[in-house]
């Protein structure tokens, strides 16, 4: 019999990190004969079987149980060969279940198990390894693109994976050109309804059979590191898939969890059950040792924060009469404290929707740990200010100067995300009103914005191109309309701002800090008009100004702090990017005269529906 008392001690106290060591398909030598050591956790389970290709799929190998971990050795297993338990409740159930711990997937609507190996993958990457564990990302520039793999530049086509070496290659490539930093991947763990995104996950240690093998997304990430490009991965861990093979009962009683989460129709997981604990912890752990992933957005944090998410109601309270999941938070604090221990420079970074304190406040301040929140505030406002007409932001001006209210409550990331453009919400250029013209004026205008305000930057791919048609999960993203000079134009627009937010220390080094952002004129909102100064740790600041009305500013006076010569380093009206060519030519010397309560000012040309940027030389 093997000896799991210490495995099997650490799992049921919630302090397992590396799970996926014990159990799965791990090769092993045994009695001198080289075979895979199975195992799996169903302690409910009257009994386990394993069926597969090497025994052609018999319903009679059992598996030996020790305090309920199932397991057995195969001479017969091979790498890249199939397989499933099946599990007998006490009921007499027999149900075919996928391996929680497989490495590998098969693409569906198949659903077994695959015997892989993501643990001899030879590594190149060790000198960004090092250089990512001394980065301060508060004070660095994050720019991220989201992708998902399977529809950036193709799509599953006859049931195969996708080529993720050549579609690798050209985002690595591309990524670079752009002057983002960091890639982050919408889910690649293995999931059955290619409708959810991957956001309904059935293998939490599984990359999917969209992708193929495991070196292949391997190869795909030692490649960005050696092109200086950080990855991070979209993980789920507050809910599961429903599917049968999944985990869902899966010894016949709820091993994960049984509330039903009303929101996608999943299940939740039941964090107050330290195995669940382990299970997730050491799912983390696996994509960051194994893959060497950069960092972690976890998904759907607001329901895991709230017993009653998703409801109208108010049924559940916890034990100190409060609606916060205790249990949730603990584990999520756990996740945090872990991932930044054991891996040095891992970002971690929480899709948050509510207005829960703290979210990135350290665990010893009692602070849910992580490094970022997504800012679905700011999103939202932005957005809905952008979609007005010129005659009607006069009234909407505050959605505008709202967030510097609550700017340095977080450390944030501002998103533009795929979930702004799915489900008739429409592309972002469709967002915005008005003819072609004014639409491209005006995403340029709140791309800059974007770009200029307090905050980590994230956008899905498809933006920059400014794509007409919303995302859909079968079609690549239109690369085409890049044979467009009004799309070409806009993708360079972006590529040049991408390119100064790196550059630009004003831009990153101080997001929080009460000096790295001043407004210098918010309140004008009959002309629509606001400005604002950032600033870099020594003090070199960078002049903001928006014009979102449909007039043109003549000898437009705004307050400067410093005294000397300005120059306009962007400005989105320009005529290479298909605006009318009004702009600041020339150097613009400051006047003795003050405004907006600063000492000093400059009289510039604003440009309708138009975003500029001044450096003082």
């Known amino acids: 019999m093997h000896d799991f008392s210490d495995v099997i001690y650490l799992y049921k106290k919630g302090c397992e990190l590396n799970a996926y060591l014990h159990f799965g398909a791990h090769f092993k030598t045994a009695d001198e004969k080289d075979g895979i050591f199975f195992s799996v956790y169903a302690p409910s389970a009257e009994c386990v079987y394993l069926s597969g290709d090497f025994n052609d799929w018999s319903e009679n190998c059992e598996m030996e149980n020790f305090q309920g971990i199932w397991y057995i050795f195969s001479k017969d297993a091979k790498l890249g060969q199939c397989y499933k338990y099946i599990v007998k409740d006490k009921n007499q159930k027999i149900t075919y279940k996928a391996d929680p711990y497989a490495f590998s997937s098969q693409l569906r609507p198949n659903t077994a198990s695959v015997i892989a190996d993501p643990f001899s993958f030879r590594w190149t990457d060790s000198g960004w390894l090092e250089k990512r564990s001394d980065i301060d990302w508060q004070s660095s520039p994050i720019n991220i693109y989201e992708v998902q793999l399977s529809s950036w530049d193709s799509v599953i086509e006859d049931n195969s994976p996708i080529d993720l070496d050549k579609t690798g290659k050209k985002l690595v490539e591309y990524a670079k050109s752009m002057h983002y930093t960091h890639i982050e ?4 763990t293995e999931y059955p309804l290619d409708g959810s995104w991957g956001y309904q996950t059935t293998g939490y240690f ?5 992708y193929g093998k495991p070196e292949s997304l391997q190869r795909f990430i030692d490649l960005c590191h050696n092109n200086e490009l950080g990855v991070i991965l979209d993980w789920v861990p507050g809910h599961f898939c429903p599917d049968e093979h999944g985990l869902i009962n899966f010894d016949g009683t709820h091993v994960y969890g049984e509330e039903f989460h009303p929101h996608w129709g999943t299940y939740k997981f039941d964090f107050a059950k330290k195995e669940v604990n382990s299970f997730l912890l050491s799912s983390a752990v696996f994509w960051a040792r194994q893959y060497h992933i950069d960092g972690i957005r976890m998904d759907g944090v607001t329901s895991m924060l709230y017993l009653n998410y998703g409801t109208d109601s108010v049924e559940k309270r916890n034990a100190f009469g409060g609606e916060d999941d205790l249990y949730a938070k603990d584990f999520i604090k756990k996740f945090n404290d872990t991932m930044h221990k054991e891996f040095p420079g891992f970002i971690t970074c929480a899709e948050e929707s509510s207005s829960y304190q703290g979210v990135t406040a350290p665990t010893y301040l009692n602070g849910l740990g992580f490094d970022f929140k997504w800012n679905m505030g700011w999103m939202n406002d932005t957005l809905d200010y952008f979609s007005y007409t010129p005659q009607n ?5 505050n959605k505008i100067t709202f967030s510097s209210v609550y700017m340095r409550d977080e450390n944030f ?15 972002l250029p469709d967002k915005l009103p008005g003819n072609d013209f004014e639409k491209f004026a005006l995403l340029r205008t709140l791309v800059t914005y974007q770009m200029l305000h307090p905050g980590k930057k994230l956008n899905f791919m498809g933006n920059e191109i400014a794509q007409r048609m919303e995302w859909r999960y079968y079609e690549p993203i239109e690369w085409f309309m890049l044979k467009y000079p009004i799309h070409d134009s806009f993708h360079e627009y972006v590529r040049n701002l991408n390119r100064i937010y790196t550059s630009e220390p004003a831009l990153f080094e101080m997001d929080r800090d009460i000096y790295g952002f001043e407004w210098i004129d918010g309140d004008n909102s009959e002309q629509s008009v606001f400005s604002f100064v950032r600033r870099a740790k020594n003090g070199s600041e960078l002049i903001a100004v928006f014009n979102m009305s449909d007039t043109n500013y003549s000898n437009f006076r705004i307050g400067v702090p410093q005294n000397g010569h300005y120059e306009e380093i962007v400005c989105s009206n320009m005529d290479v990017y298909n605006g009318t060519g009004l702009h600041n030519k020339n150097e613009i010397i400051t006047d003795n005269i003050s405004c907006h309560g600063k000492a000093y000012s400059i009289v510039i040309e604003v440009p309708a529906l138009s975003a500029m940027v001044f450096r003082n030389r």
């Open 206 to 210: 599984s990359l999917s059979g969209r």
């Open 185 to 188: 991947l919408m889910p690649v």
């Open 393 to 397: 932001k006069k009234s909407e001006h």
């Open 413 to 427: 990331i501002l998103p533009f995300s795929h979930d702004e453009v799915v489900h008739g919400k429409k592309h």
